[in-house]
């Protein structure tokens, strides 16, 4: 229940966002059905029907009161599965630790990345990740980073020449 409600809100949200940033692109003319901004258009149309579609399932299930055979509503069936899943978060400190440092890290490394550079910043960024995830090998910590700067250096910079904000390289 909860997912599908949260699931539906973002659907409309995101197809509030590509309806108003599609229409503000140009048309081709007056003759032109499928313009530029026709399959941003279709996207938003098919998210608002599936939006509507699945939040009018879950109240329809909630007001109809039984979910099932079961003796237990379908609302109190939900409520009961979140309870044990904010139970089984508050558990696993560990993985609740990684959820919200990996995302902000990726949030730094980006920020980074300019004014440190790739390879300062990229090294970090592969080190930091790899400690939380729970790697100890110090060979790793090293070669890893290291090969991943190479690869992008070689494969980016010089073969296909894309502009990577380097340091040292």
Not at 30 to 44: I, K, R
Not at 55 to 60: A, K, L, N, S, W
Not at 106 to 120: K, S
Request: aromatic fraction near 16%; include cysteine.
């Amino acid at each position: 229940m909860i997912g599908n409600v949260i699931t539906s809100v973002l659907l409309l949200i995101a197809s509030v966002y590509i309806y108003f940033e599609s229409i503000q692109m140009p048309m081709l003319g007056g003759l032109a059905v499928a313009g530029p901004s026709f399959f941003p258009l279709c996207c938003a149309a098919f998210f608002t029907v599936t939006a509507v579609i699945l939040m009018g399932t879950e109240i329809y299930r909630v007001i109809s009161g039984k979910y099932g055979t079961e003796e237990m509503s379908y609302l109190h069936r939900e409520l009961y599965k979140v309870a044990e899943l904010k139970g089984k978060i508050g558990s696993n400190m560990r993985g609740l630790f990684r959820m919200i440092f990996i995302p902000a890290f990726m949030i730094a490394y980006g920020i980074a990345l300019r004014p440190v550079g790739f390879e300062i910043s990229t090294w970090i960024f592969l080190d930091a990740t790899m400690l939380i995830c729970g790697e100890k090998k110090w060979k790793r910590l090293f070669f890893i980073p290291a090969a991943a700067i190479a690869f992008v250096y070689l494969v980016f910079v010089r073969f296909l020449r894309v502009s990577v904000p380097m340091q040292f390289l």
